[in-house]
């Protein structure tokens, strides 16, 4: 039998196989860390704190922004540096200046770091966190998941059903069932 044959009756063989659903790895909204969308952004980066220095892991795990108690995006490190530093320019002119943005990098400047941050220090965390990209039901399969989070850079999204949110999946919730089915369990 060719190989790809093969390769496509096993895969077949083995879709026939039970696998859990999006429902059965979900967390409660307690397994998170969480925020008011009404919350400073200076609040923000003192909880951030907060969780980096009681981790010992690198990474900083970000926030689920809470807009009326209901997850509306999320605030991670990442979105709090992409503040600070200038956007690129939209345009190759302005006012008859010629700007080359073949760099693909904003202008940097010494104290702009500061200035932008102190800047973004009045702001809410509405106003800076990213919403979620799209949401999730209960009995989603596992593979609409896992592209959603890998395609989203997200790592967190709301499980919902008849409009209420009823958990959170985590990529690693879905980590630990990759690792589980490799193991065979």
């Given at each position: ?118 800047d973004m220090a009045g702001k ?12 999730l039901k209960p009995q989603d ?45």
């Amino acid at each position: 039998m060719p190989a790809l044959v093969q390769s496509a009756s096993n895969i077949l063989a083995r879709s026939f196989q039970r696998e859990k659903t999006v429902g059965e790895l979900m967390v409660s909204l307690e397994a998170c860390r969480t925020i008011s969308a009404d919350c400073s952004f200076k609040e923000a980066v003192n909880l951030m704190k907060r969780v980096a220095l009681q981790s010992r892991a690198g990474a900083i795990p970000p926030l689920v922004v809470l807009e009326a108690r209901i997850p509306a995006g999320l605030l991670k490190i990442h979105h709090l540096l992409a503040g600070a530093h200038l956007p690129l320019p939209q345009r190759e002119s302005y006012a008859g200046w010629s700007i080359p943005l073949s760099s693909g990098e904003p202008p940097s400047y010494s104290g702009l770091f500061s200035t932008r941050v102190q800047d973004m220090a009045g702001k809410k965390v509405r106003e800076v966190m990213r919403p979620f990209p799209a949401l999730l039901k209960p009995q989603d399969p596992l593979s609409r998941a896992a592209f959603l989070l890998a395609h989203s850079g997200f790592e967190i999204l709301p499980v919902v059903e008849d409009g209420r949110m009823v958990g959170l999946i985590r990529d690693k919730e879905l980590f630990l069932e990759l690792s589980r089915i490799i193991a065979g369990e």
